[in-house]
């Protein structure tokens, strides 16, 4: 099956560079183009796309509104997206996870590297690299004081599910946590999803976020 692309950035130049990398492999195609963050919420409408690669500073309306905005259209659930930034600073991570993308992916990715990342979110796993990951740990901790929904809700999580939720923040794909806890990658994955299902996470990376919030990993 092939993954259907959306490719957002107000600079050409590299939203044609995006463009040509994904033009060279088979399973995977671009359907729309955007220069803004308006533009890339109508695209995706229109099109709708397996993933969204969503630059962040852009005039008008930025990546980070145009994000929010699709994540809360309920008609844009199947819709996964991943920024694009070169400023991985820790309000940016935070904020686009928390509105809804799947991930964060440096705009000086290799080629090979930016079509691995589109089949991982695509295929539903969080897209997340070392600096993001220690910006969202960094500033969820700050919030552990405050009671939240999300402690709450981890309560309903069975001990395997909590031990799956663990790995899932650590990192690991599927198939690892499968190896790590003797099972099959099937019922790694049953887990993962049951835990996104209670906690009320969009996908791993919110999964990931609702975790350090409630202080279950990180600690």
């Given at each position: 099956m092939t993954t259907r692309v959306v490719v957002v950035d107000d600079q050409e130049l590299i939203r044609g560079g995006f463009v040509a990398i994904i033009g060279t492999v088979e399973d995977i195609e671009v359907v729309g183009e955007a220069s803004d963050g308006a533009e890339a919420v109508a695209v995706v409408r229109e099109t709708r796309p397996d993933v969204v690669l969503m630059d962040i500073r852009m005039p008008g309306t930025d990546g980070l509104e145009a994000?929010?905005?699709i994540a809360a259209d309920p008609d844009l659930a199947g819709?996964?997206?991943a920024v694009l930034t070169t400023f991985?600073?820790?309000?940016?991570?935070?904020?686009a996870l928390r509105g809804g993308a799947s991930g964060f992916l440096g705009k000086s990715v290799r080629p090979a590297e930016l079509l691995g990342a589109i089949r991982t979110i695509a295929a539903g796993e969080e897209l997340l690299s070392a600096a993001a990951t220690r910006a969202v740990i960094a500033h969820v901790a700050e919030d552990r004081a405050?009671?939240?929904v999300e402690g709450d809700r981890f309560r309903y999580l069975?001990?395997?599910e909590r031990e799956v939720v663990l790995l899932v923040a650590e990192g690991l794909?599927?198939?690892e946590i499968a190896q790590r806890l003797f099972v099959s990658p099937l019922t790694a994955k049953t887990h993962v999803n049951r835990a996104m299902t209670k906690i009320g996470a969009r996908d791993r990376a919110q999964l990931v976020v609702a975790a350090y919030q409630a202080g279950l990993a990180g600690s």
């Amino acid at each position: 099956m092939t993954t259907r692309v959306v490719v957002v950035d107000d600079q050409e130049l590299i939203r044609g560079g995006f463009v040509a990398i994904i033009g060279t492999v088979e399973d995977i195609e671009v359907v729309g183009e955007a220069s803004d963050g308006a533009e890339a919420v109508a695209v995706v409408r229109e099109t709708r796309p397996d993933v969204v690669l969503m630059d962040i500073r852009m005039p008008g309306t930025d990546g980070l509104e145009a994000t929010e905005q699709i994540a809360a259209d309920p008609d844009l659930a199947g819709v996964r997206i991943a920024v694009l930034t070169t400023f991985e600073e820790d309000e940016y991570v935070l904020r686009a996870l928390r509105g809804g993308a799947s991930g964060f992916l440096g705009k000086s990715v290799r080629p090979a590297e930016l079509l691995g990342a589109i089949r991982t979110i695509a295929a539903g796993e969080e897209l997340l690299s070392a600096a993001a990951t220690r910006a969202v740990i960094a500033h969820v901790a700050e919030d552990r004081a405050t009671p939240s929904v999300e402690g709450d809700r981890f309560r309903y999580l069975t001990e395997r599910e909590r031990e799956v939720v663990l790995l899932v923040a650590e990192g690991l794909s599927n198939d690892e946590i499968a190896q790590r806890l003797f099972v099959s990658p099937l019922t790694a994955k049953t887990h993962v999803n049951r835990a996104m299902t209670k906690i009320g996470a969009r996908d791993r990376a919110q999964l990931v976020v609702a975790a350090y919030q409630a202080g279950l990993a990180g600690s």
